[in-house]
């Protein structure tokens, strides 16, 4: 199909438009087991918080000072 590989590009750019306004975290108290197969992947589901970055950015307060 002629336009296969557009729409997953503009798939892939609507996924990542999305996930830049949020910050992951992992749930507290979890660890990430590896499942050993030719690309690691994780041996089973990984419990994520997620929030709008803006606000993790305020309750952490900023990431760098640029001087000038």
Do not use: H, N, W
């Not at 507290?28 to 990984?46: C, V």
Request: net charge positive; with cysteine.
């Amino acid at each position: 199909c002629v336009g296969q590989r557009m729409a997953m590009m503009q798939m892939l750019l609507l996924v990542s438009s999305i996930v830049r306004d949020y910050e992951f975290e992992l749930e507290p108290d979890q660890t990430i087991q590896a499942k050993p197969m030719m690309l690691t992947r994780p041996g089973s589901a990984i419990p994520l918080r997620f929030r709008p970055a803006r606000q993790a950015s305020e309750e952490r307060g900023p990431r760098c000072t640029r001087s000038a």
